[in-house]
């Protein structure tokens, strides 16, 4: 960082007069990785140079700008969104406010079935313009990568459809889009009381498709008593495999169902909501590649009382992460910014560890490299915030801080 020999001769970037969230702990040895009265510099779309800004180079640079003493963070990244839908399922809101069970409105053909049906009459370009609103309101927030999954079409029409929505989104926007194959969510009416037919579907006909159109980037599913069984999730993830496609799971949302230690075996990425999550598997994670995330937006939303096991994960240093999980019908809540709060409120995280949720550890969820972090060499992709304490990221909702971002070195105008 500071070697001369290794400097450019030239800066893209600079910016000046901020006090930096690295989230690299191990290197700078504060909370937040904080270096307080910092500049960091940028070339070529990655972080050339960062530290005190008294030890900034002579170096010359085409931009420089002054961030006015305010906190600047990498980007935020939302590792879990079912951003790609339509319709709309306020109805089922209100049922639950009157005492039905989210199970038992999915058994009623609610739940992620109306919105199957949406997404399926729906056009490509109604589904890319009302993505199109959801990508803007989470980039204004600070987001600048973002997972999609498929899994509201059920058929392999509807899931090429979606995902090349969210390939779409990609070409539309600067925001890294991570596309992830949801297929395995639920079983569609064609294959009610076959949900063994209807893996064998998605392995033989959509999943082929979809490597065929390089639409997907790992691929998911739902395990759960009221979705499959860790059985039927591992045919779906061997067949991934095959196509070398990392794997990741909806895992112990509702009850203990083994699916985190499948994922675990199958060194998946990450398995998500694990509210139910064992003491075992804890210990079992602690040893693994895969990644816990935790999704406080549907904990939030379903009322829901079993809290994931945090004590546990934190003394064991498992990384955390937190997606928004924003989706029509368990989490309708099209806010990162929100999740931290929730996360800090109904979690009982730190702040501190919220952020991770949303950076260093996001990325490792969604198996990427060089972002994430403050660090040399990573990309860059920063959050201006106007703010005095980084816990402010969590502790206020409702008024937004964020006075800039970039993308790459790019300044994103939201």
Known sequence: MKNSEALPQTFDLVIKNVHLLTMDKKTHHQAYGLINDAAIAVLNGEISWLGQATDLPDIPCKNVVDGQGQFLSPGLIDCHTHLVFA????????????????????EQGGGILSTVNATREASFD??????????????????????????????????????????????????EIRRTFLGAHAVPPEFKNDPDGYIDYLITDTLPALVEQDLVDAVDGFCENIGFSTEQIKKLFDAAKKYNLPVKLHAEQLSDSGGTGLVIDMEGLSADH???????????????????????????????????????????????????????????????????????????LTPEESLLGVTCNAAKALGLDKVGALKVGYRADFCLWDIKHPAELSYTFGINPLTRMWIRGQTCFL
């Open 87 to 106: 319709g709309s399922r306020a109805d089922e809101f209100e049922k639950r406010l009157n005492g039905m069970s989210y199970k038992e409105i999915a």
């Open 126 to 175: 109604e589904l890319l313009a009302l993505a199109e609103t959801r990508v803007n309101t989470l980039m204004k927030e600070g987001v600048t990568c973002i997972e999609i999954k498929s899994g509201y079409g059920l058929n392999t029409e509807t899931e090429i459809k979606m995902l090349k929505v969210a390939q779409a989104l990609e070409q539309s926007f600067p925001v």
């Open 274 to 348: 694990v509210e139910y999550l064992s003491e075992k598997d804890c210990i079992k994670l602690s040893h693994s590649v895969t990644i816990p995330v935790l999704l406080p937006g549907a904990f939030h939303s379903l009322s829901e009382t079993q809290l994931p096991p945090i004590k546990i994960l934190r003394e064991l240093n498992v990384p955390m992460a937190i997606g928004s999980d924003y989706n029509p019908g368990s989490s309708p809540l099209c806010s990162l910014k929100l999740m931290l709060s929730l996360a800090c409120t109904h979690f009982k």
